[in-house]
Structures are given as C-alpha cells and as structure tokens.
C-alpha cells in the first residue's frame, strides 16, 4: 500500500505562483512512478505532469508545458509541483497518484490516488 497527501493548493491571483506537495508513506516510494492530475468542476480528470522513479524523466501536458515543473525528493518521500504562470483555466482540485512502471503515464492508470488539494486562481 502507498499512502499519498496532497498539500500547499490555495488561492491565487492569475499570473501567481504555489507549489503543491505530496508525501508518501507506505511502499519504498522510490520505486514509484509518480504523476500529478486535476479535475476541474464539471469536467473530467487530466493528466498533468509525471516524473520517473529516479527524476530523470518527465512528462507534461501541453497546457502547463513552460509553467509547471514536476519534481521529487526520494530522501523525503515527497514529489512537487510548482506552478508558475497561473491562469484561471488551471482552477481544479490537484490529485497525487503513484503507479510501478513509466508506462503510459498520461493515462488514468494509477495504482494509487491521493485525496486531492483545491488551486483556485482568481482573474
């Protein structure tokens, strides 16, 4: 089992910066494949970004290409997203989630799921 929260969501004016953060506990998180999605209200979930077990690969989805960075500390079981540039498009609550293998990382395909943090970016 891996235990995953999510934390550091809030509001923020466009053009402003967060960092979100998730922690895991439970399984060596270092094995993990770890991915960051969102939902916004009335729509269905997306991918993000996701970033390899080591940190040397990443992937984006193209609405954040340049503003989001995805990033991971194994000495403290923690994956980051920093979020700069932020637009009212990017309101959503920000889900953590962890899967074994880089495989498809952009599909729903997670093994586990944190219970999510809410961004909210005011015009």
């Known amino acids: 089992q891996v235990q995953l929260v999510e934390s550091g969501g809030g509001l923020v004016q466009a053009g402003g910066s967060l960092r979100l953060s998730c922690a895991a506990s439970?399984?060596?998180?270092?094995?993990?494949?770890m991915g960051w999605f969102r939902q916004a209200p009335g729509k269905e979930r997306e991918f993000v970004a996701a970033i390899n077990w080591s940190g040397d690969s990443t992937g984006y989805a193209d609405s954040v290409k340049g503003r989001f960075t995805i990033s991971r500390d194994n000495a403290k079981n923690t994956v980051y997203l920093q979020m700069n540039s932020l637009e009212p498009e990017d309101t959503a609550v920000y889900y953590c989630?962890?899967?074994?293998?880089?495989?498809?990382?952009?599909?729903?395909?997670?093994?586990?799921w944190g219970q999510g943090t809410q961004v909210t970016v005011s015009s």
């Open positions: 989630a962890a899967k074994r293998f880089w495989r498809l990382v952009r599909g729903m395909n997670y093994e586990y």
């Open positions: 439970g399984r060596t998180f270092s094995d993990w494949t």
